[in-house]
């Protein structure tokens, strides 16, 4: 498989002069699943921006065998799309056929094409007849969905998702991973952000794990990581939790899909 | 779910806007005087609302709910209009002089905005928003100012819910003591609410940039005119010409023998 993104040294600093990103290194295949593992604000959010060339860091990024700079910064673009965490930023349209059709648009498909490229985008994401419903009035996980077909319309190699189940619930959790192993069978590069190890047992191949000194500490095969109990409990990703079976109490990791003998 | 459509909300957008914005036009043109137009006018919107699905009860409603800012600004202008006093009120030491001229700007204001009200609730309710802007769009008013309604309309839902949290949030922790101390709580909320306004408005363009935006809105031009849209615009131009035409008589009439009916003007 050939390489697709590639970031090497990589440091941001944010204006009022706290530490974003430390010395980030890392690649990503073509085709893989990245999920990159981290409590809250070890960087994860702030690595995405500089990928998309939104915030700019000392360090060197490639993306599909292009440096990002100002000059191929809009051809990576075209080439990557980004979730963001909040469905509100992501769909500012008054109707979600606006949202859908913004990025094709602006692309510069003639019309029809941008029209089947919206339906075919609200079709992956089971969001048929609700082209011109309004953002404000969809349900949470409505609107997730809404918003990862913004970018899908755009027919993106790679997707970045930035938590993309934070706030849903167990059902609509589900249905979010079904359309994520539809990208990954698509041969579409995913890199995701979270904390959620269900999903990262769920979806991953590989798993990057970020400290709180917002840089990566770990980096391996998706069984690896998740059975590397010190590694999660040192990155807060798991916790030790007190519990209570009739008379015995006893402390162990909180972990789902664990099996324990008392 | 609306089982049928009403003739008004099948047309076009952009039909909509060009005919009411000159039925209303015509309208704030024609002097108060000719009373007779204004019987028209209110015949021609009567028709227009015909064409709707709407009960009267529900357009009533909603003037209801507009006339009184409208009556509360006129209310005062028969008093502060100078010209032939027609009715004086009398107060203790107060003298309010009402004069003929102000009357009839109160009666101006009244039955145009009442009118163009009666038209606007119309529209609104046979028009969706976003088709509006849509319509607003084709008609070349500019992008970025169609742009800007439609960020508006989009958020000022999303702004109401985060005020509505935030004053949920304070009234919880609030029980009655430190009154003065309040506003300087309603300061900070002012405040936070600002900032979350302008870092959500930083997300918000980032998002778009992700998606290609440079500058430039484009957008999917989704309306057609259909003989229905030339068919109601004619009507509307074609009553409006009568109207019109007939208001250039009156004019001479008026010119010649009925000047001095209308003391001040």
């Known amino acids: ?262 | 779910m609306k089982l049928s459509t009403s003739l008004l909300e099948k047309l076009d957008p952009r039909t909509k806007i060009i005919s009411f914005l000159s039925v209303i036009l015509c309208m704030i043109l024609t002097p108060i005087t000719h009373i007779r137009e204004f019987g028209l006018y209110f015949l021609l919107i009567l028709a227009i609302g015909f064409c709707s699905k709407i009960t009267p009860r529900q357009i009533l409603k909603k003037v209801c709910i507009l006339i009184p800012f409208v009556l509360f600004i006129a209310m005062f202008v028969p008093f502060v209009k100078e010209g032939n006093v027609c009715w004086s009120l009398k107060i203790s030491n107060w003298k309010f002089d009402i004069t003929y001229e102000g009357v009839w700007t109160f009666l101006n204001i009244i039955v145009k905005s009442t009118l163009s009200v009666f038209l606007l609730v119309i529209a609104s309710s046979t028009t969706t928003f976003p088709d509006f802007l849509k319509g607003l769009d084709m008609l070349r008013i500019p992008r970025l100012l169609v742009m800007l309604m439609s960020f508006m309309y989009r958020y000022i839902f999303v702004l109401i819910d985060e005020a509505g949290r935030l004053m949920r949030a304070r009234s919880l922790r609030y029980f009655g003591s430190g009154y003065k101390e309040q506003f300087r709580v309603i300061g900070y909320m002012i405040g936070v609410l600002f900032i979350r306004t302008f870092e959500r408005a930083e997300r918000i363009f980032n998002a778009m940039i992700i998606r290609g935006f440079s500058g430039e809105v484009i957008s999917v031009k989704r309306f057609r005119f259909s003989y229905m849209d030339i068919l109601f615009m004619a009507g509307i131009i074609v009553s409006l010409v009568c109207i019109v035409s007939g208001l250039i008589n009156k004019i001479e009439y008026i010119g010649v023998s009925g000047a001095h009916l209308w003391q001040g003007l």
């Open chain 1, 1 to 262: 498989m050939a390489r697709i993104i590639k970031v090497s040294n990589l440091n941001y600093r944010y204006p009022d002069g706290t530490t974003g990103l430390k010395d980030v290194s890392f690649e990503v295949e073509e085709g893989e699943t990245m999920v990159i593992l981290g409590a809250n604000g070890t960087g994860k959010s702030t690595l995405f921006m500089n990928l998309m060339g939104i915030l700019d860091g000392d360090g060197h990024i490639e993306v599909m065998g292009l440096l990002l700079d100002k000059k191929n910064v809009k051809d990576v673009r075209r080439g990557m799309g980004m979730v963001f965490q909040n469905p509100d930023d992501q769909l500012f349209c008054p109707t979600v056929i606006d949202d859908v059709s913004f990025g094709p648009l602006n692309l510069g498909l003639e019309a029809d094409q941008v029209i089947e490229a919206s339906q075919k985008a609200l079709t992956m994401v089971d969001l048929q007849g609700y082209e011109s419903r309004t953002s404000y009035h969809l349900s949470f996980g409505e609107k997730k969905r809404a918003a990862i077909a913004t970018i899908l319309s755009m027919n993106p190699k790679i997707l970045l998702l930035d938590e993309p189940t934070s706030g849903l619930d167990p059902r609509s959790i589900s249905k979010f991973i079904n359309i994520l192993y539809t990208l990954k069978s698509q041969g579409k590069t995913l890199l995701i952000v979270t904390h959620d190890l269900f999903l990262t047992q769920e979806i991953a191949d590989r798993v990057l794990v970020f400290s709180e000194e917002k840089r990566p500490v770990a980096i391996g095969n998706y069984k690896e990581i998740l059975n590397n109990y010190d590694l999660l409990l040192k990155n807060n990703l798991v916790h030790q939790h007190r519990h209570r079976h009739e008379t015995v109490v006893h402390e162990h990791e909180h972990r789902h899909g664990y099996i324990h003998e008392h």
